[in-house]
């Protein structure tokens, strides 16, 4: 397991860099455009601090960093008028769909090397592991 989370970091970091449309983001900041990007929505400053495992200032600033790069665009959350809802901009969705690209390309390769009785072991063998690790998305 260890090799796999090395080496999934290590994908990640590669697709950062080498993805079409990167913006050269930082993990954390790759880690909020993640979540931003699960919901059209977006999410509150709040929420993302929680996600990306940062202080709520902190991911006040990297948001805004990320809105002064046309990432991401930050406005008052019509639930909660006191509260900043970020969202991603058209720009931050093509980037984050062109790093999930580029990620999920290299993995379909791996796999294709798979024989077919690897590849039904694995898919179970993953779905257990991914379901264990939801708690940490």
Do not use: K, N
């Not at 990167?22 to 990007?37: I, K």
């Not at 400053?45 to 709520?56: D, F, H, K, M, S």
């Not at 019509?78 to 720009?91: F, K």
């Amino acid at each position: 397991m260890e090799r796999i989370a090395v080496a999934a970091v290590a994908l990640t970091a590669r697709a950062l860099v080498e993805a079409d449309g990167g913006a050269d983001l930082t993990f954390p900041q790759w880690r909020a455009v993640v979540v931003l990007g699960e919901r059209t929505d977006g999410a509150r400053i709040g929420e993302v601090a929680g996600r990306v495992g940062v202080t709520i200032p902190a991911t006040s600033r990297l948001l805004r960093r990320l809105e002064r790069r046309g990432l991401v665009a930050l406005g008052v959350d019509e639930q909660d008028r006191r509260a900043t809802r970020a969202r991603l901009t058209d720009r931050g969705l093509a980037v984050r769909a062109a790093i999930l690209g580029h990620r999920q390309a290299v993995l379909r390769e791996i796999v294709a090397t798979l024989s077919d009785p690897e590849r039904l072991d694995l898919a179970d063998g993953l779905v257990a592991i991914a379901a264990g690790l939801d708690q940490f998305a």
